[in-house]
C-alpha cells in the first residue's frame, strides 16, 4: 500500500524550531520530486518548498527561503523539512506530497499542486508565545 505519513508538528514559541518528517511506505520517495504544502484556516493551500528528484537542487517559497530547509533522507525512505526562526505566520497544516513529473525548478507548485499525486494527512505547526 501507497502511503505517506508526515509527522513532527506541534506548538512551538516564535523563534523555535521543528523538524517535519515526510515518511514514505509502499515505495521509494527517492524515484519523485517531493513537495511541501501548507495550509493555514480559511487560506488557499501554498507551496513551501521543493526537492528535485532528478539532482537533489531544492527550491523554496520566498516567505521560507533562510529558515527552512529540505532534504532528504534516503536510508530512512523520508524527506525532512527543518523549520528554524518560525513565526506565528508559519502557523498551518503541513503537507508533503509526491510529484512523479520532478517539476520543481518551473516554481507551479508554489500557487499549484496541478501534478503532484500521493498526499499524506498533514500535520499542524502552531507557533505561537
Known amino acids: 500500500q501507497v502511503q505517506l505519513v508526515e509527522s513532527g508538528g506541534g506548538l512551538v514559541q516564535p523563534g523555535g524550531s521543528l523538524r517535519l518528517s515526510c515518511a514514505a511506505s509502499?515505495?521509494?520517495?527517492?524515484?519523485?520530486?517531493i513537495g511541501w504544502f501548507r495550509q493555514a484556516s480559511g487560506k488557499e493551500r501554498e507551496g513551501v518548498s521543493c526537492i528535485s528528484s532528478s539532482d537533489g537542487s531544492t527550491y523554496y517559497a520566498h516567505s521560507v527561503k533562510g529558515r527552512f530547509t529540505i532534504s532528504r533522507d534516503n536510508a530512512k525512505n523520508t524527506v525532512v523539512l527543518q523549520m528554524n526562526s518560525l513565526k506565528p505566520e508559519d502557523t498551518a497544516v503541513y503537507y508533503c506530497?509526491?510529484?512523479?513529473?520532478?517539476?520543481?525548478?518551473?516554481?507551479?507548485?508554489?500557487?499549484?499542486?496541478?501534478?503532484?499525486?500521493?498526499w499524506g494527512q498533514g500535520t499542524q505547526v502552531t507557533v505561537s508565545s
Open positions: 509502499g515505495f521509494t520517495l527517492d524515484y519523485y520530486a
Open positions: 506530497a509526491t510529484d512523479p513529473y520532478d517539476g520543481c525548478s518551473g516554481y507551479g507548485w508554489l500557487t499549484s499542486s496541478v501534478g503532484f499525486e500521493s
